[in-house]
């Protein structure tokens, strides 16, 4: 009995010395985290040189829905950017538009404001340049091309924002909500409109909250034992050297196979990735590091769609970048850490487009 009494006395004292040091270690895990990422804002952040008033906004969610806005008048920014499904289309890369017009995995719309550059090989800088580059979806005219960017016909590509901008002008709404958007410019249903427009809607499309920025924070409890864990290894065997910042990612480019080379069905041989811009040869076969912000939505997984296992794909990326050959409890671990960085997802109410009158 006696006994007993002391071991209990013994472990009662130790309690809080064990909570100090597992307070400790949290807040040192933190310290350095902090050095790396940072958290979403909770409000969207202003496009350089453009005001986000309601006008603009409403016009861009219209616009960021119409299909009409295609060459072939049946594909929206939201066909391939399903606000449902994490920004993404949710399809692997055998078919369907976004094989015809990329040859490439879609990337997220959501917090794609936060981004440095648009599209695998970054040929595009800002939200309002990608929208003017992809809005006119013509899988004739732009078919699935490895070494260089799109194959575009320019001048029908020409053609078809013309096309785009009488079909717009004899509807109505649209120039009304044009007018409304822009009420300075004498013509304000115009191409490059079309472009702000969209953007400005796009940079809404933001996912703060996750688990992981109430962690950064300060709150103790967001995040789970494992997570916790999964975000030291994350630092530690150097994913965050390239997967940083506020969007996890979307910074910088890299190199698909800097210690070994892939599987040859997750890098094929004839995408020369962003070389294709730049004609840079250090650039052969780098890539945009993608944002890892709510990852675990955006599946398949890599520039070609290669898998839609997410811990598979952690692994790949550690031999491949790191040269760490890491356990299967580590993977999972890092795994539960990317799971935290889910946030809370756009509500967005669909719009009613506006009736062709002719």
Not at 13 to 26: K, R, T, V
Not at 167 to 191: C, E, R
Request: hydrophobic letters at 40%.
């Amino acid at each position: 009995m006696r006994l007993s009494l002391i071991a209990s006395l013994v472990a009662a004292l130790s309690m809080p010395a064990l909570a100090a040091g597992s307070a400790l270690a949290d807040a040192a895990l933190r310290d350095q985290a902090k050095g790396l990422f940072e958290p979403l804002p909770q409000t969207p952040p202003a496009l350089p040189g453009e005001t986000a008033t309601p006008e603009k906004l409403a016009l861009g969610k219209m616009l960021f829905f119409e299909p009409r806005l295609s060459d072939t008048r049946d594909m929206s920014c939201a066909a391939c950017h399903n606000l449902s499904m994490g920004g993404v289309d949710g399809g692997a890369l055998s078919g369907g538009h976004n094989a015809q017009l990329a040859g490439r995995e879609v990337q997220t719309v959501l917090n794609a404001v936060f981004n440095k550059s648009q599209y695998w090989d970054g040929r595009n800088t800002d939200l309002k340049d990608q929208v003017v580059n992809s809005v006119m979806a013509n899988p004739k005219a732009m078919l699935k091309t490895r070494g260089g960017p799109m194959a575009i016909n320019p001048v029908e590509h020409a053609a078809a924002k013309q096309r785009t901008i009488e079909q717009l002008k004899t509807i109505p709404g649209y120039v009304d909500a044009f007018s409304k958007a822009f009420p300075d410019q004498p013509d304000p249903l115009n191409y490059e409109n079309i472009g702000r427009a969209i953007a400005l809607f796009e940079a809404t499309l933001i996912t703060p909250d996750a688990p992981f920025d109430r962690w950064l924070k300060g709150d103790d409890a967001a995040l789970t034992d494992d997570q916790k864990a999964g975000a030291r290894l994350f630092m530690e065997k150097g994913c965050a050297g390239c997967h940083n910042g506020v969007n996890i990612g979307g910074a910088s480019f890299a190199k698909f196979g800097v210690v070994a080379p892939p599987p040859a069905d997750y890098l094929p041989a004839d995408d020369w990735g962003r070389f294709a811009v730049t004609k840079n040869i250090a650039d052969k076969y780098a890539f945009k590091v993608p944002s890892l912000r709510n990852v675990e939505l955006t599946a398949p997984y890599f520039h070609t769609g290669a898998t839609f296992d997410l811990k598979h794909a952690v692994t790949v990326m550690g031999e491949t970048q790191l040269g760490q050959k890491l356990t299967d409890d580590e993977a999972t671990k890092i795994v539960a850490f990317l799971k935290s960085l889910t946030g809370k997802q756009p509500e967005v109410v669909l719009p009613i487009l506006p009736p062709r009158t002719r």
